[in-house]
């Protein structure tokens, strides 16, 4: 397993909608795999593959493994279709491609979603809460749909701006060790 290079807002392909996966091969179980492994330390809770440059209809989510690497259940969901089953709530939600962003958003708190899994046996899953939520946060990156849509046009450009300036700091720093 490896980890993979994140891709940041405002890289075009995060706007770009994804094509479904053709066929559950080796390649696309290790992609799966390197996506949990970048997910867990880059300290997110889900990874969608165009958050690792990729245009496939697939996403990785893992809500327990923060309580302890010893709870980590990661769940893959390749070519999924979520579908709404309860009301609306509010939670605050981060993603891994805006660095240090946050965004109150409104989300539905059941859903239910039918997706492959790493067999390209499909399954049928059902979620509530946070689960649920990180579920709808990476489909929408598979629409080329992330959480700057829902914002206004100023946070907007505040968050690419401190995004801009992160990813130079770090590259300064980067520069400095080598
Ligand atoms: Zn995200």
């Not at 690497?69 to 990661?74: F, S």
């Not at 709404?84 to 993603?95: A, D, H, M, T, Y």
């Not at 700057?148 to 995004?163: C, E, I, N, P, T």
Request: include cysteine; glycine fraction near 8%; charge should be neutral.
């Amino acid at each position: 397993m490896k980890t993979l290079p994140l891709r940041y807002f405002p890289d075009g392909i995060l706007f770009q909608k994804c094509e479904p996966v053709p066929e559950v091969t080796d390649e696309i179980r290790t992609l799966a795999q390197d996506m949990i492994l970048t997910m867990m330390i880059e300290k997110g809770i889900g990874l969608a593959a165009p958050q690792v440059g990729k245009l496939l209809r697939m996403f990785v989510v893992d809500v327990e493994w923060p309580k302890g690497t010893e709870q980590a259940d990661p769940h893959v969901f390749i070519n999924p279709t979520v579908e709404f089953k309860g009301p609306l709530i509010k939670s605050v939600e981060g993603c891994l491609s805006f660095p240090g962003e946050t965004a109150e958003l409104e989300r539905a708190k059941e859903i239910l979603v039918r997706a492959l899994g790493l067999d390209g046996q499909e399954f049928v899953m059902e979620a509530d809460g946070v689960l649920a939520v990180a579920i709808q946060h990476e489909n929408d990156h598979l629409e080329g749909k992330t959480f700057s849509d829902r914002l206004s046009w100023l946070r907007k450009s505040g968050v690419q701006k401190r995004v801009k300036k992160k990813l130079r700091d770090q590259k300064r720093a980067a520069a400095k060790k080598s």
